[in-house]
């Protein structure tokens, strides 16, 4: 099996962003998909009502209670398992997800602020709900991978000082560079690049232009290098979300050698 290179630009508990390589665009695309598609996330699915005299109707509620994200950690659970929660807020008051009391301490609100309604003076909100374990192509609001996305690592070479004449006109680049010095000896607004740093575009406000003042410079797609940026709703961190959807992956290539074995 070939390896493969990770190297992480930032990294937080619910959003990353890191570089992968060798791969194919097939494979970077077939990542991005299990991550949104094929990790499951428990999500409340239905909803029994024992009183809500609020202006809201049910299925408005019911809406809104599925949007919550869920924690939902990693092989404890099989899909279409079902965990309850319940709910008891009576105004003045507003209703927040925190509020959810679960009957399985491993599935809780992954944020306790999110407002489900405002509720006046005798106002009453009172309910049960099931929660499902499923995955993103099923239904959107069990895709954990809030955000995902990908784009070519681009290399930046810096071959020479500007024309003495040029104008120096602003160059756009969104994502993430890797720096490529030609000559050592060539300084950058009093730095040398280094070869092989990764720089996120935020740092220089995207233009290259600010990076590289007065200098010529090229830019180049680096073959079979992706950058991701990877933000999650709280279900899991960014590492369980990458890890189990590179997993799926690996359990359908298995599944397809062993079809076409037999």
């Known amino acids: 099996m070939e390896d493969y290179e990770v190297q992480f630009v930032d990294r937080s508990?619910?959003?990353?962003?890191?570089v992968v390589r060798p791969i194919t665009p097939a494979f970077a695309n077939g990542i991005r998909r299990a991550m949104i598609a094929d990790v499951p996330t428990f999500s409340i699915d239905t909803v029994r009502f024992i009183e809500n005299s609020s202006v809201m109707f049910d299925e408005q509620i019911g809406l809104r209670l599925g949007l919550v994200p869920l924690t939902t950690p990693p092989g404890e659970f099989e899909r279409g398992d079902e965990v309850t929660l319940s709910l008891d807020v009576e105004g003045p008051e507003t209703a927040y997800s925190g509020d959810l009391v679960s009957s399985d301490e491993l599935v809780q609100p992954a944020d306790e602020n999110i407002p489900i309604i405002d509720l006046k003076e005798e106002q009453r909100?009172?309910?049960?709900?099931?929660?499902?374990?499923?995955?993103?192509?099923?239904?959107?609001?069990?895709?954990?991978?809030?955000?995902?996305?990908?784009?070519?690592?681009?290399?930046?070479?810096?071959?020479?000082?500007?024309?003495?004449?040029?104008?120096?006109?602003?160059?756009?680049?969104?994502?993430?560079?890797?720096e490529q010095a030609a000559d050592a000896a060539v300084e950058?607004?009093?730095?040398?690049?280094?070869?092989?740093?990764l720089v996120p575009?935020?740092?220089?406000?995207?233009?290259?232009?600010?990076?590289?003042?007065?200098?010529?410079?090229?830019?180049?797609?680096?073959?079979?290098a992706f950058v991701f940026d990877v933000e999650t709703d709280?279900?899991?961190?960014?590492?369980?979300?990458?890890?189990?959807?590179?997993?799926?992956?690996?359990?359908?290539?298995?599944?397809?050698?062993?079809?076409?074995?037999l």
């Open 13 to 18: 508990e619910r959003s990353a962003r890191f």
């Open 125 to 178: 909100l009172e309910l049960e709900a099931d929660a499902v374990l499923d995955v993103g192509k099923e239904h959107a609001k069990h895709q954990g991978g809030v955000a995902v996305s990908y784009r070519h690592l681009q290399a930046v070479e810096v071959v020479g000082d500007a024309g003495e004449f040029d104008d120096e006109e602003p160059e756009i680049l969104r994502g993430v560079i890797e």
């Open 188 to 197: 950058t607004g009093g730095y040398e690049p280094e070869n092989g740093q």
């Open 201 to 224: 575009t935020e740092a220089f406000e995207h233009d290259l232009t600010n990076r590289y003042p007065g200098k010529d410079v090229e830019v180049t797609d680096i073959d079979g």
């Open 234 to 261: 709280g279900s899991f961190s960014v590492d369980e979300l990458v890890v189990e959807a590179i997993g799926t992956i690996e359990d359908r290539a298995t599944e397809l050698k062993e079809s076409i074995q």
